[in-house]
């Protein structure tokens, strides 16, 4: 017989538990923490994320197939907004994002769904910088980019290398 006390917190924690029910991807979504202070859900919270981890469409929040978040330098949190994220999969079709003010995008799975391999490019006017590796599967960039870099982690992802003047006009 188990003790009443035991079945109520049990009870208790069904009824808090997210709509989600894999007990991993509740810890993993816990571990990103709260909302950041004074950004609203939507476009522009999160940056630097692995946005999936949430946007699955089983967890509560509305599904992407591809999302991240793209840096000015490697080393600097100014988000680069306006830059455009190329995204080629392994049937050749090529779908193209911009990201917002936070430096975030994200794509719709009913606009491209990728079939892996996917190849990544950024693009801000003329300057063009590719990812040398596909992604083998894995739609949120922040799953390996984050910073610290780490020997497990590529830093966050970015557009120029060294600091250099970024027109992010029309921004806030
Ligand atoms: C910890 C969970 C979590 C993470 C991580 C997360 N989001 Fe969200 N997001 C939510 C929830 C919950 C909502 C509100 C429900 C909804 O609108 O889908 C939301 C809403 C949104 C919306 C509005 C969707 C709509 O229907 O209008 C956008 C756009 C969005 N997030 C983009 C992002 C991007 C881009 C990232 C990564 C940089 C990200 N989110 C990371 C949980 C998350
Ligand atoms: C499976 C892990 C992984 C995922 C997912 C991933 N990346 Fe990368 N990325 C790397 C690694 C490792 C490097 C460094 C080696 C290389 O360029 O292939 C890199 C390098 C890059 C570079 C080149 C940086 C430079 O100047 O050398 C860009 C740009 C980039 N990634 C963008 C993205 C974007 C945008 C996404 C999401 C759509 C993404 N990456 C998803 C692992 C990943």
Redesign the pocket.
Known sequence: MIPRAIRLAAAALLAFAPACDDPLQERA?EA??P?APGVP???????????????DGA????A?SV???VYVTASAPDPAPGVVVELVDADRRTFRVAT?C?G???VEPADFTPRYPLFVALESGSYRVEMDTPVQRDG?C?SCHGEPASRSKAGQVYLHATPRPFDASGCP
């Not at 994320?49 to 949430?54: A, K, V």
């Not at 967890?59 to 509305?62: D, E, N």
């Open positions: 979504i990103l923490g909302e859900r939507g476009p522009l919270h999160r940056r630097g994320q692995p946005c999936l981890t949430c946007h967890s509560g929040a509305r992407f999302a991240g978040t917002n936070a975030n995008f994200f949120s922040a």
